[in-house]
């Protein structure tokens, strides 16, 4: 059960985040920062430490663990490397985050063409440590930009590409994010977009051209064997972050759907094969004066408490965070939403002309933070990261830089930001005005940071044998 595995149950003091430069004119490359985030330090909300990559335009994206839960037990496994892959360049970066926590160091580079010729894939996502002390990447193309989802395996001590996870052949369509339940030997994976379709911005003829995805898949843990494939259709398109219950002996999880807005449930059924149901819909809005007639909420992160009670989303164009009570697996209960930018602000050129949530446009969202006079937040609620007590939900607003050029053009231009949800133990969320980490005043010109992890371990990165 969680809490059973190495995860240390103090209070994080610093956060990483990898990070990229605004100005992809200036030949700046992407970086991990580290971030203070101990309220009784002094340089609480500032970034300490930042480590350069040694190459230009990596799309610096997600990040994983050398070892995590899954190598409870095993007293020779350290988390001491933080697994970097860089989503446009297909490089993975291997960084020292042991020797001093405080000042990564990169460790060991593994180059493009080791994921090209070895395992026929690029764009690595998302990352997690295996119980025999391998690595896993999804990816989410091949070296031509088509869409092809499969996983490369790394050694664990040497970090040299092992090979393909998935059989020969038996690569799917499309790739993204995947969580593995052993106790039930089933492994779920989600689907994204063909890599040449999304680079650039996202084309909605694209979805037409069925260069975007819609499906789970179900996979034989043991065997490495595709089992199923559970097409969501229009109502889950884009099928993003996949999350089973902490819970090691659960057989339930949720995915969010960014383009349908939904949440879906997928369970184990009394047969023994797997199903899917929605069990959360955010509907449409019709506005003016933006790109189409009708703007999603746009659901680009998903996590669950550990204790497997809440369930949060953020809806990255909409520009609000939820919190659910998934109490009842099948009836989650909203208990808790704030608005943090996003798309549809009150002094911005969107008008809402038809919600079926009859909410009125929100104010922007300006925060004072301990360090600065006054932030705008440009962009909307993107990555989340929930401290291991549930108190704290950390939020970045970057989503894809291609993208966030396109739907934010002032974050692209002036940075993203950092910012802290206060988590009631009973449900709600509300905005701590007096954290802000603003990443629009970096020494070499504005950033956008994305994905956060803890050094002792965090909700979305590990699971539980």
Known sequence: MPGSGPLCGSREEIVYLPCINCNSDALKPDYLATVDVDPKSPTFCQVIHRLPMPNLRDELHHSGWNACSSCFGDASRKRNRLILPALISSRV?????????????????????????KCGLANPHTTHCLGNGQIMISCIGDPTGNGKGGFVLLDGETFEVVGNWEHSGEAVNFGYDFWYQPRHNVMISTEWGAPKALAGGFNPAHINEGLYGSCLHVWDWTTHKKLQTLDLGEDGAIPLEVRFLHDPDATEGYVGCALSGTVYRFYKTPKGDWAAERVISVPNKKVEGWA?????????DILISL????????????????????????????VGQVF???????DGPVRVLEDPEKQSQPPPRIIKGRRVSGRRVSGGPQMLQLSLDGRRLYVTT????????????????????????DVSVSG???????????????????????ELRYPGGDCTSDIWL
Not at 110 to 116: A, I, Y
Not at 308 to 313: E, N, P, S, V
Not at 340 to 346: I, N
Not at 432 to 441: P, S
């Open 292 to 300: 189409l007639p009708e703007m999603p909420g746009l659901i680009t």
């Open 93 to 117: 970066y291997v960084v020292d985050v042991g020797t001093d926590p405080r000042a990564p160091r990169i460790h060991k580079i593994v180059e493009p063409v080791d994921l090209f010729w």
């Open 340 to 346: 943090l930018g996003g798309s549809l602000v009150s």
């Open 428 to 450: 709600g969320l509300s905005l701590n005005e007096n954290f802000l980490v603003d990443f629009g005043k970096e020494p070499d010109g504005p950033a956008l940071a994305h």
């Open 398 to 421: 970057s989503l894809f830089s291609g993208w966030d050029k396109q739907f934010y053009p002032d974050m692209a231009k002036d940075g993203s930001v950092m910012m802290q949800m």
């Open 307 to 334: 204790d497997d009670r809440f369930l949060y989303f953020s809806n990255w164009l909409h520009g609000d965070i939820r919190q659910y009570d998934i109490t009842d697996r099948r009836s989650p209960r909203l």
